[in-house]
């Protein structure tokens, strides 16, 4: 092999066009069929902010998959008729948490599946536009929501609002390319076998419970609805929190094995998790500013483990170091924006047991009120001293 | 940025390809050059490119001074320079590591906290990928120029072209400054015309390669391995024969990808792979297994150290350091060296038995063959050679037969099924691909389409950490 090989022998013309279109072919179909049913919630805003608009106190939104919880969220948020008193921002930790936990306070849980800082700082825009500003805003910060290693594409579906916080701090051109990069996002997560089999999987599923393949709106109670299914299905109330129906949930030796294996398995990168990401907790402080800016009382809640995965994550010396330095970074957060910090990753400290989970990291409704009073005596407090800064 | 990423495919490569369709001379190897650094910079970091800048530059200038001299203690004086330099950077990324954790472990064995000494830290540093590649390259370089085999080259943006020539830069194929450089002045004075029906078709043979066969086997394998020190029988076997498919179709596909894209530049990047489980020996194995990089070892280690000019001992001698070298060139490991050196064994073995063992049938010879390089590969994958040895130890059956769903049926007939293919089937150098008929090309077709939806499953490349 001297290099000099010109006549390298290839396909003949027609061959190499069937071979051409039969690729071709293969990526259409799959980028088609993903588009269409849009297992990935990629392209639901319009469906999503028809159904939150539409959707009355005795309606349930729900759908076999996850569906596009930011629309829904900034749906209720612009709704002229919200009157809300207390807002929660968080990931499903805190979506758990309900009107019946808050008996003094309208509540809005506007919990989003896996935020990243993007939505915290999206979500500052959509206060900011909101006729009616929830007085209190509850941030829940996961502990992994500082492992730089986490990251998710998902608060793209907010690209507007991301680009209009970020050029109002006087960010230029890299902003600017977060709409070709939404698009980019997209069109790799359609062309891709991952989510051809997620859709395929969710279409027999759907036929099977004949189903609609879209999200939709159900006039019943949660008992009700979680009466008539026989698989988990995500089911959110016109408050916001999620229903998770108690004759589907895992058998309690099943939760006790995932929160065993909760860190061994990896989860949210946990076990790989070398640094805490200091940018992102600054890029968080700016976005608790900018709330409190506009007179609102914010309350950081660092959402409880189950009683083994926080064992072990305090036997490992790496997690519980950067657990130690998360909650001293959020404490200090909290304390440079007049912020109200709950630490109550620890479920010791509230009192809640192994029987009060879900699984690892999602708490019944019997641990979910006593975060819910802690919340309300920080907001109690926090509305005591609330001051425009 | 991964060959088999949408990011290089649909983005990186139509913008450079397009680009560099409409330029010639100069601007044509500027433009050769800046992309190759982008696309290296994105395989890791940015920095990556200081050690190839240095190394890069300073050979291009020694072999200048070399060209230019007629003194042979100034020429000599200017190799030792290069040589010092290169092996000095890639010891330094490459062993230092090693040489430190072997230090540390001994210290500590004199004293239990001796060894957690600061100094250790100073080695724990990122192996810039591809720079054992590059090193070679440009070692060979400036040794042919030492030898008056061929002449300095004068135009730095081509000797840059042919070191950072992003499709062989991060995993080969090992490419001599001969097999390029004339190519790359051709490109140059003519411009560029893809060979865009023998360059797809092999890339294409190559994705699917890493893709759907590579990365399946390896996700089944992994886990078992993860725990080969407790697995019996069976297990080991048969994680073994799926390693060997794993490290085979992984690299081989690498390698096809990276000729494929060559030929759409116009560049023809040497063959890597020739069929290396239908070897019928040692021997025979490594003039088909990473045919670039045993060449590179025969050519500028091998013989200057005497290679069979010295008699029968120094022959062997000559054989075990090379294998050894050629074996810790792969990673910072004894278990590489361990890995080079019973190869090494086997080499000395078949040619102490040739006359027995080259009458044998040729099927015989090519399943003990295969069956020897795979239990060669234990030393290869395992960690350790602690691991390595319990290795063996199942594979000898030391732990009984074990659990036999270790890996699930579909990927057991997977694996036997690729080893079989690897062991029978002509690769895609030996096919005249003019002849495809339209169904066959689009059954490739459809395989290929597969692979690219299947992309985001897949994992860096085996050879990018060498």
């Known amino acids: 092999m001297d290099g000099s090989s010109a006549s390298v022998p290839g396909l003949s013309r027609r061959s190499f066009a069937s071979f051409v279109a039969v690729v071709c072919t293969v990526c259409v179909i799959t980028y088609t069929i993903n588009a269409h049913y849009d297992v990935s919630a990629l392209d639901q805003g319009a469906l999503i902010t028809r159904l939150a608009k539409a959707q009355s106190d005795s309606d349930l939104l729900v759908w076999q998959d996850a569906f596009d919880q930011r629309a829904w969220l900034k749906e209720r948020l612009l709704d002229p008729r919200a009157d809300e008193q207390l807002l929660i921002l968080s990931s499903s930790t805190l979506g758990g948490l309900s009107q019946a936990m808050f008996p003094r306070r309208a509540v809005l849980n506007g919990w989003l599946s896996a935020p990243t800082i993007e939505d915290f700082e999206a979500s500052t825009v959509l206060l900011d536009h909101s006729p009616h500003k929830p007085p209190i805003v509850v941030l829940g910060i996961d502990a992994w929501f500082l492992n730089p290693v986490i990251d998710d594409q998902r608060w793209r579906s907010l690209t507007a609002e991301y680009i209009a916080y970020h050029r109002a701090e006087g960010e230029g051109v890299q902003v600017y390319a977060q709409k070709p990069l939404r698009w980019w996002a997209t069109f790799k997560e359609r062309l891709t076998f991952a989510t051809l089999r997620e859709t395929l999987l969710f279409v027999r599923r759907a036929h099977r419970a004949s189903e609609p393949i879209r999200p939709w709106l159900v006039r019943a109670t949660p008992e009700a609805y979680c009466s008539r299914i026989s698989a988990e299905e995500y089911i959110r109330t016109a408050v916001g929190d999620y229903v998770s129906c108690p004759a589907l949930r895992n058998p309690q030796a099943v939760v006790d094995s995932e929160a065993t294996t909760y860190l061994s ?87 809640c047991v192994a029987e009060d989970f879900l699984d690892s990291h999602h708490t019944k409704a019997s641990c979910g009120r006593k975060i819910a009073e802690r919340i309300a005596a920080a907001a109690d407090a926090s509305a005591g001293s609330r001051q425009p800064r | 940025m991964l060959f088999n990423s949408f990011e290089f495919l649909l983005l990186f490569l139509p913008v450079v390809l397009g680009v560099a369709l409409l330029l010639r001379g100069n601007v044509l190897l500027f433009w050769i050059a800046l992309a190759s650094c982008v696309f290296y910079a994105f395989a890791g970091h940015s920095w990556f490119l200081i050690p190839m800048g240095i190394s890069t530059t300073l050979d291009f200038w020694v072999g200048g001074r070399i060209g230019a001299s007629s ?64 090193t070679f390259q440009t070692i060979s370089y400036v040794i042919d120029i030492y030898r008056g085999e061929s002449p300095p080259e004068r135009n730095f943006l081509k000797y840059l072209s042919f070191v950072a020539f992003f499709p062989h830069l991060v995993a080969g194929p090992l490419t001599r400054h001969h097999q390029l450089i004339p190519q790359l002045s051709r490109i140059a004075e003519r411009g560029i015309s893809p060979r865009w029906r023998a360059a797809l078709i092999l890339f294409a043979v190559g994705l699917a390669k890493k893709v759907l066969i590579a990365d399946r086997v390896g996700n089944a394998i992994d886990p078992v391995i993860a725990t080969i020190g407790t697995q019996g029988f069976v297990a080991s076997w048969l994680v073994l024969l799926g390693y060997s498919v794993q490290i085979y179709f992984d690299f081989s596909g690498y390698s096809d990808m990276a000729i494929g894209l060559g030929r759409l530049f116009a560049i023809e990047l040497p063959q890597n792979f020739n069929s290396p489980y239908q070897a019928t020996s040692p021997s025979d194995f490594w003039a088909r297994w990473h045919i670039t990089l045993s060449r590179w070892l025969r050519d500028y280690l091998y013989i200057p150290l005497g290679g069979n000019r010295k008699g029968d001992m120094r022959t062997k001698v000559n054989l075990m350091i090379t294998m050894v070298l050629g074996g810790l060139w ?16 086997l080499l000395w073995g078949y040619h102490a038995t040739s006359e027995t063992w080259d009458v044998w049938p040729e099927w015989w010879r090519r399943v003990a063959t295969y069956l020897l390089m795979t239990l060669a590969w234990v030393f290869f994958r395992a960690p350790t050679l602690s691991l390595a040895g319990r290795w063996f130890g199942g594979l000898a059956g030391l732990r009984g037969l074990g659990a036999l769903e270790a890996v699930s049926p579909h990927m057991v007939l997977l694996i036997l099924a690729a080893v079989v293919g690897s062991m029978t089937m002509r690769n895609v150098y030996q096919r005249d691909m003019s002849t495809l008929s339209l169904t066959q090309a689009g059954f490739v077709g459809a395989v290929a389409g597969v692979a690219l939806v299947m992309m985001n499953y897949s994992s860096k490349f085996l050879y990018f950490q060498f």
């Open chain 1, 265 to 351: 398995l990896n989860t949210h990168s946990m076990a790989e998790w070398r640094v805490v990401d200091r940018s992102r907790a600054a890029r968080l402080e700016a976005a608790i500013e900018h709330i409190r800016n506009d007179g609102e009382s914010v309350v950081v809640v660092a959402p409880p483990y189950h009683p083994i995965t926080y064992a072990a994550l305090r036997a490992n010396p790496n997690t519980a170091r950067n657990l130690d330095e998360v909650d001293r970074i959020l404490g200090d957060v909290a304390h440079r924006t007049g912020a109200e910090y709950l630490n109550l990753r620890d479920p010791s400290d509230l009192g």
């Open chain 2, 330 to 345: 792969h990673g910072a490991n004894w278990t590489f060296a361990m890995w080079g050196l019973f190869h090494g064994l």
């Open chain 2, 71 to 134: 003194n042979p203690r100034v020429r000599r004086a200017y190799l030792i320079l290069s040589l010092t330099a290169n092996l000095g950077l890639l010891a330094y990324f490459k062993y230092s590591g090693l040489i430190a954790r072997t230090i540390e472990s001994a210290l500590n064995v004199v004293s239990p906290h001796a060894g957690n000494a600061a100094w250790v830290d100073l080695f724990r540093v990122v192996l810039p990928a591809g720079i054992s590649f590059y």
